[in-house]
Structure formats: C-alpha cells, structure tokens
C-alpha cells in the first residue's frame, strides 16, 4: 500500500507542475499570440494521469475497506469542495476580465467587449491562468477522489 501511495503522490506532483507550467503559459493582458495555444499540448498529458489517480484513489479506499457512511461524507465533502472551486473560479475570471479590459484601453483607448469575451472563453492563451492554477488543482484533486468512491458506490450496488 505504500507504494501506491507513494506513486499517488508522485502523479499528483507531476500534475501540479504541468498546472503551473500550463498557468505561466498564460499571455499578458493587452498582448496577443498568434501561435494558438501551446498549453494544450501539456493538458494531453494531464487527462491519463487523471485516470491514474482515480484508480490509485480507487485502489487506496477498497483497501481500507471504506464504510457505506465514510463514502457518501467523502462523496458530499468532495462535490462541495468542487462547487466551491467553481464558484470562486467563475468570480476570479470576472475579476481577471476587468484586468484585460483595463490594460486594453490603457493600450488602445477603448476596450471592444467581444474581443474581450472572445478571448476569455474557452481554452485560450490568454486564460490559463485561470484554468490552471492551485485551486484548479485542488479541484482536480477532489474530483478523483470524488470518481473513485462514486466507483466504490456502483461496485457495492452490483455485490
């Protein structure tokens, strides 16, 4: 069990570091880039090792044999924390909007609010930062300790 634990944590640091590399990825307001969105390439690498974690959680909590009361605490503290990271997140890229906004009329004059909105959804350079940074993370975190004892629930309900 230590091993995997171990290799857990190991997983776990090589995500945070392609969270942060992918974070300082992220161009400064008012600049634009024309090379779309190297990030991307490292998120590539984020998602199998996501699916390790879950299965390494999965493996920890049929270890300790997890009580049916354990998991649904895990499951609603997990979905909370999740929540919670979504709606702090959603309040930092309103915030971070105001920011691009400021340095484009500090630049231009004026700041266009489509180009603004353009720039700011989805999965472009210019919002890394607030897709993957410490409470990204954490979010992550959770979700695959929330997937692994979701998968604790399904497999009790078919035993």
Do not use: C
């Amino acid at each position: 069990m230590k091993a995997t634990k171990l290799v857990l944590l190991a997983v776990q640091l090589i995500v945070l570091v392609l969270f942060m590399g992918i974070h300082l990825m992220t161009a400064t307001p008012g600049s634009s880039s024309g090379n779309g969105n190297p990030a991307l390439l490292l998120l590539m690498i984020v998602v199998p090792l996501f699916i390790i974690m879950v299965l390494l959680w999965q493996r920890i909590f049929r270890y300790y044999k997890l009580t049916k009361q354990v998991v649904i605490i895990g499951l609603l503290f997990t979905s909370l924390h999740i929540i919670a990271g979504i709606m702090y997140q959603r309040m930092e890229l309103a915030n971070y909007r105001g920011v691009i906004e400021e340095a484009l009329i500090k630049q231009y004059g004026y700041a266009d609010q489509q180009y603004l909105l353009d720039i700011t959804s989805g999965l472009t350079i210019h919002v890394n930062n607030q897709y993957f940074n410490l409470n990204t993370f954490f979010m992550l975190v959770s979700f695959s300790v929330f997937i692994a004892l979701l998968w604790l629930v399904v497999l009790e309900e078919k035993n």
